[in-house]
């Protein structure tokens, strides 16, 4: 019988995690992604060096495993009696699989709207379900749930996993992890794109490879590549218009994942951009699942709409000339195609209308 090592995963950086005993350790064997080299459309764009990480591919179809094991072996270390927390739809699914590993209950609150792939994903573990009206498009409304959570997290003695460094900061620092696989696997990158909703992985890559130059293993960040839906750009925006802070309005975007118009984690997003002279991209909607579509068809890289916007924020640097075509560019792919399953009949209902049916005799 073949067993997943406990100093595998994210627990190959245990030295510079969080201190957690190994018999607290909770793992479904997230971490250590593959990080792949494009086939044809690197090739397309000029660019001679780009790869994907495939965060996709982690236990539950998402970065957030890394987060959940670090929460959940944190709250087992505590003694915590049960974790909080809210969700889009992946950091519920996540959280709630690794609650069920470590035996604890988890309480989620989620959109009203949250995509039914990912509802079920959460449900199927038992985890207790809150939906919250206008979570996830209003500014205040999600900031309001964000301090109900961690009020309610700390009367009970549960473990809040909000997955953002404002809210969880030991939790949050598995993401680092990220950074420090694609250093082992390809060397520091010239450039990493970044799918940003709240900013909490674009926090934690930046934050990594910061830590890795403070080590003198690198002598340079990576240009940190934020990638925003048009409809929530709020961080893209606040950062080009010099504001200091999120620009105000309302979530309109269709892609699940990063509709979060109170990014919490603005702060450390805005330093990772100035700090690596970091590009910023606002993406419309259709140019992301455009991209999701070709990364099946031409890469073989099976991601929801929100996985495709650090392509797609790429390729629009790309064409304003605002990245060197010859750099080692490394595109975050953050979570599986099945998490969006209504996009993905979209993209094949014409496809899967026009199949011929054939009696055996006629092959």
């Given at each position: ?5 406990i100093?595998t995963g ?22 250590h992604?593959p990080?792949i080299?494009s ?10 060096q ?17 987060i959940?094991?670090?929460?959940l072996?944190l709250?087992?270390q505590?003694?915590?009696t ?23 209950p ?8 949250i ?5 079920e994903?959460?449900?199927?573990h038992?985890a207790?379900?809150?939906k ?7 500014p205040?409304i ?7 959570v961690?009020?309610k997290?700390?009367r ?8 953002a ?8 620092e598995?993401v680092?992890t990220?950074?420090?696989?694609i ?14 909703g ?8 930046y ?34 218009q010099g504001?200091?802070?999120p620009?105000?309005g ?6 699940s ?13 805005f330093?990772a951009l100035?700090s690596?002279?970091?590009v910023g ?9 455009k991209?999701?579509?070709?990364l ?10 929100a ?10 640097a ?6 060197n075509?010859?750099?080692k ?6 979570g599986?195609g ?26």
């Open positions: 019988m073949l067993f997943y090592m100093s994210i627990w190959h950086f245990a030295d510079s995690l969080p201190v957690v005993a190994p018999h607290n350790r909770i793992t479904l064997g997230e971490g992604t990080l080299a086939s044809s459309i690197g090739a397309e764009l000029g660019l001679s780009l790869y994907f990480k495939l965060e996709s591919l982690n236990p539950t179809g998402s970065y957030k495993d890394r959940s094991a670090m929460a072996s709250a087992k505590s003694g915590k049960a974790c909080i927390g809210t969700t889009s739809g992946n950091a519920g699914a996540s959280i709630a699989a690794y609650a069920a590993k470590a035996g604890i988890y309480h989620v609150y989620v959109q009203e709207n995509i039914p792939a990912k509802l994903q959460v449900l199927v038992q207790h379900v809150y919250v009206k206008g979570l996830g498009f209003d205040a999600g900031t309001k749930v964000f301090e109900q961690r009020d997290a700390i009970n003695n549960w473990e809040a996993v909000i997955t460094f404002a809210y969880a900061p030991l939790a949050m598995a680092q990220i950074a420090w696989e250093a082992d696997q390809l060397g520091v990158p010239d450039a990493v794109f970044v799918p940003v709240g900013g909490g992985l674009f926090s934690g890559i934050k990594g490879f910061h830590r890795i130059c403070e080590q003198n293993k690198a002598s340079k960040l990576p240009r940190m590549g934020a990638c925003q839906s048009a409809g929530c750009s709020n961080l893209v925006r606040g950062w080009q504001l200091g802070q620009a105000a309302a979530s309109t975007s269709m892609i994942g990063i509709q979060v118009s109170n990014p919490p984690d603005a702060d450390i997003v330093e100035d690596s002279q970091g991209s606002i993406v419309a909607d259709e140019e992301t699942w991209w999701q579509r070709e099946a068809r031409r890469e073989g890289i099976y991601c929801e709409p996985g495709a916007i650090s392509l797609a924020g790429l390729v629009q790309v064409e304003t000339g605002r990245i075509r010859t750099d560019i490394v595109c975050i792919v953050s599986a099945y998490k969006d399953l209504e996009q993905q009949r979209l993209m094949v209902q014409e496809a899967a209308a026009t199949i011929p049916l054939y009696d055996a005799d006629q092959l």
